[in-house]
């Protein structure tokens, strides 16, 4: 198709030559390669490059830059080019619009399309004209599918695990990069992630406590003292330390799309205790105790012994002590029948919490109680891995029409009831078996007692202690005033109700 007219008229046409980067990284399509291989095709035809023109760099959105596209288009319409050479018709564009203007320049302008990896074009003709349309469609085409593929990739490299990279450090690891000197944070290639030692153990520590019903807020006012700092944040807050603890990455787990695939990474926490944290923060009610928490001794241990709800603090008026009390009206479903001096009923359940702490017996307890557990639990745990797996099975047999929607629906049920059964009971074992992980021996308790914030002693207490029934005082001990005398009305108005 090419103007052999125009050739012989004029001894040497005017050649432009217009690079575009690739999309896939080829190396043999690089600029530099697309302009070399223009330029030796421009010499063996016989013409003159007067100009380069190349898009090789990447806008804000991701899309390959155009704006020598519009300057190749300027130059046409200023009659300074006879001929475009490019590597590909579908090397000019893959945008409707823009092949328009081109076309109608080059129609108007009589310029030729010239692709050294293919052949001339002549788009005033009719067959020119819709290869060059035709062309430009396919590659638009050819783009919307590479963008299904980019995204097959994404998935396929969550799967293998691998990090998807950027993003702030998580806090738990040290990010090791390829090229750390370099200033762009953008441009730096994350190579691996490390484990930060200090971190880390803040992290195993703070997830232990938290599954034993440690307050959230606790922690963050530990961590602020000891100077550990979030990654991006200037400090931490109670919904940015949930995020963390019950972030995938942390057991080495990919999380893509809702499923969690093995990580490259290594693990700070077991799998076991991520699936624990998960529960807790989702399951609002146990959430609720963990997250926003008042801290007070004995609120929900203490319950009233006319009616037998939880007595909560109630803090005291100028001139009064503050009190546990059962509330009635919309802030609580008790009676209202009980009132308690919140200092000293603190006193006198310590004292006793103590002494059964210190108890070679309770001890023992509590700590039998902690083995006899463990292997129900492994058992339960492999059983609601069982269910899972069955269930993801099932899932992708229905997706590839191996069984249909009613069978799949029948599996999705029989697991998700098998599953719950599980965790129940597991969770009924690992509240009572782990709460006290890390009790003192005997004679070191009341030291440890003294270092303790109030999570960390509620936590003890409720090792030890279902609840203290306070019953309702006898008219006689209204008014006094004396310490010794209050401490042992509320004994007599106290019953214990232990563990062990
Ligand atoms: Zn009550």
Redesign the pocket.
């Known amino acids: 198709m090419a103007d052999t007219h125009r050739e012989s008229k004029n001894a040497q046409l005017r050649a432009a030559v217009y690079a575009r980067l690739s999309e896939t990284y080829d190396a043999a399509e690089s600029v530099p390669t697309q302009l070399a291989n223009a330029d030796r095709h421009a010499e063996r035809r016989g013409w003159r490059v007067v100009a380069r023109f190349k898009d090789d760099g990447y806008s804000a959105f991701k899309e390959i830059k155009r704006d020598d596209f519009v300057n190749l288009i300027d130059a046409i319409e200023r009659d300074e080019i006879d001929v475009v050479i490019i590597r590909d018709v579908d090397r000019l564009t893959r945008n409707l619009p823009d092949w328009s203007r081109f076309e109608k320049a080059a129609i108007e302008h009589r310029v030729l399309l010239s692709a050294y990896a293919g052949g001339d074009l002549d788009l005033s003709t009719p067959e020119g004209a819709y290869y060059g349309g035709m062309e430009t469609l396919r590659a638009k085409r050819e783009s919307a599918v590479k963008s299904v593929r980019v995204r097959e990739a994404h998935d396929r490299i969550a799967r293998s695990g691998k990090p998807s990279g950027g993003g702030p450090r998580w806090f738990g690891y040290t990010r090791v990069y390829a090229n750390p000197e370099e200033t762009s944070k953008r441009k730096r290639v994350i190579l691996r992630e490390d484990i930060n030692p200090v971190e880390a153990d803040a992290l195993r520590d703070a997830a232990e406590r938290v599954l034993r019903g440690e307050a959230v807020g606790s922690i963050i006012r530990e961590w602020t003292a000891r100077g550990i700092r979030p990654s991006r944040a200037r400090k931490w807050d109670e919904s940015s330390l949930v995020r963390t603890l019950r972030s995938a990455h942390l057991a080495g787990l990919r999380e893509w799309h809702g499923k969690k695939y093995p990580a490259q990474w290594p693990a700070i926490l077991d799998v076991e205790t991520h699936e624990r944290l998960v529960r807790l923060f989702s399951d609002p009610s146990r959430r609720a105790h963990v997250v926003g928490r008042k801290r007070h001794l004995l609120s929900g241990i203490a319950r009233?012994?006319?009616?037998?709800?939880p007595?909560y603090p109630y803090k005291a008026r100028t001139g009064k002590s503050a009190t546990y009390r059962?509330v009635?009206g919309p802030a609580g479903k008790?009676?209202?029948?009980?009132s308690v001096n919140q200092e000293i009923l603190d006193e006198y359940v310590t004292g006793a919490v103590l002494d059964a702490l210190e108890s070679p017996r309770v001890q023992q307890a509590v700590r039998a109680g902690q083995d006899t557990g463990a292997p129900r639990r492994a058992e339960l745990l492999e059983e609601i891995r069982r269910a899972q797996d069955k269930r993801a099975d099932a899932r992708r047999d229905w997706a590839e029409d191996v069984i249909d929607k009613d069978d799949w629906l029948d599996i999705k049920q029989r697991t998700e009831a098998r599953i719950a059964k599980a965790r129940k009971e597991y969770d009924k074992l690992t509240g009572s078996a782990t709460v006290f992980g890390d009790i003192p021996a005997s004679d070191m308790v009341r030291d440890a007692w003294e270092d303790w914030n109030t999570d960390r002693r509620r936590a003890a207490v409720k090792a030890v202690l279902n609840r203290v029934i306070v019953n309702p005082a006898p008219n006689r001990s209204f008014g006094i005033r004396d310490r010794d005398l209050i401490l042992r009305a509320v004994r007599d108005r106290s019953e214990f109700d232990w563990r062990f």
């Open positions: 009233c012994g006319k009616c037998g709800g007595l059962c009635t008790g009676c209202g029948g009980i």
